[in-house]
């Protein structure tokens, strides 16, 4: 049988951690304890779930689960001085191996949610892809149940595959959203709002889950279109680093259909 | 008072052609006839709506408005072969001058709905902003008000606006598009879809729209985090052209926080 995670300590207080004690509690769990290093965080995200809180590691709450919900760059520091011998916990990261964890204690695994977290900005955590692994098969079910008390999309992912995914979500969420950014620099030149892109750029989305992305590309790269594609670079002129990003995107797409 | 333009002639029965059709007709106007010079293509759409077709450009028919919604570099060839001296007519381009069809008619306009069409897959008009332009201000008047019963955003924007605003369309479709394929490719490499990706690609989208694309912006490029770009070009060393995208975009986003 499942080990049952129903009492979780979550350490970490920023955007992923504030959404994930709310996916906590929505999802009939206990948050028993905020961690943060910063007090008052700790104090903020706790007192909406009426849960313990505190900044300071040696005086962890006993609980089923403990969630480390912290900047890759900052897990190996706090995982350096703390130890929970005996007890489940997890980390939340996608770029991470688990055994991160394994000074701290001999059960530890991966409970990592593919999605960008913005506060105040809620999301379903229903259509959140969690990815999980653990040290060994009992902890590994005990979070598949967690996972799918939150989530209608569980995934058991190895290291390898997980990091790739990393990879991957990238180039979905960083180097998209630094396309829009070049998009909103172009459109300033205008007297038109950047806001008017919307409706394409989600249909952009779309339409490139339903019909795959190499069967949704059109365009002047894609058509070999070098009239456009001059007038464009002539209209990027005095911006030569966008100029550059649209050179070696179209390059790249001319490239990608031999 | 504004010209009505109520009868309406389609030249072109492609994607945004055929979208377009359903547009005019839902909105209260009247498809008189359809034109391709596939016959089948003209006939196939316009049955849909019990109007006119032709492949014949010295039989179209009498209408208010005459919408050319051919591809660019279609649109001149055309444009050579036909005369509708007193007739009111506009392009669909976001890339072309009004002007390409001043041999045409000396009513002449743009009429730019901003969006990426597919067979098959509704869009939602109302959403979609319309880009109007005409040689005078009567046809103006007439085009914003045929453009305003199909959308709620109607916009009358100049060429050079409308250029940047096609150059920013490139990046927020062709280009997002692109890095799709790229997260598809790496997605293959994996045992999981790439499908799990689309819940981030929607909450990309959104965020940046919601919080503007340099404030929405997260990940290793702006954080500067050098281990784990290491770790992702190590990742994609077997894929060099996707990981030449990879350093591109890595640092032109280090490079546009400084």
Redesign the interface.
């Known amino acids: 049988m499942a080990d049952t995670l129903q009492r979780i300590v979550l350490l970490g207080a920023g955007n992923a951690g504030s959404h994930l004690a709310k996916a906590i509690v929505s999802s009939g769990h206990e948050l028993v304890q905020v961690f943060s290093r910063t007090i008052d965080h700790a104090k903020a995200l706790a007192e909406k779930y009426k849960a313990g809180f505190t900044k300071d590691l040696s005086n962890l709450a006993d609980a089923d689960l403990y969630i480390f919900c912290i900047k ?2 900052a897990l190996a520091e706090l995982v350096s001085m703390v130890k929970l011998e005996g007890k489940k916990i997890v980390h939340t990261s996608g ?1 991470l191996p688990m055994d991160a964890l394994s000074n701290v204690s001999q059960y530890y695994g991966v409970f990592y949610p ?3 977290f ?1 506060g105040g ?1 809620d ?2 955590w229903k ?3 969690i990815c999980i692994e653990a040290s060994d098969t009992k902890m590994l079910a005990g979070l598949k149940y967690l996972a799918a008390a939150i989530s209608d ?1 569980v ?1 058991e ?2 290291f ?2 997980r ?22 620099e ?2 300033k ?4 709002p ?21 069967d ?8 070999g ?1 070098e ?2 594609i001059a ?2 670079e002539e ?2 002129s005095s911006d030569p ?1 966008i100029r ?3 050179r ?2 179209t390059e ?2 001319k ?2 259909q031999k």
Chains 1, 2 share one sequence.
């Open positions: 890759d760059d770029a593919l999605q960008t913005t900005l999301v379903d259509r959140i892809p999309s995934l992912t190895s390898e595959d990091q790739k995914m990393h990879v991957a979500a990238v180039f979905v969420n960083n180097f998209t959203n630094y396309l829009l950014q070049n998009a909103e172009i459109m030149q205008t007297s038109l950047f806001s008017i892109l919307q409706p394409l750029a989600e249909e952009t989305i779309r339409k490139a889950f339903l019909l795959g992305p190499a949704a590309q059109t365009g002047p790269a894609i058509r279109d009239k456009t007038a464009h209209l990027l680093e550059e990003i649209y070696a995107l790249a797409i490239k990608s």
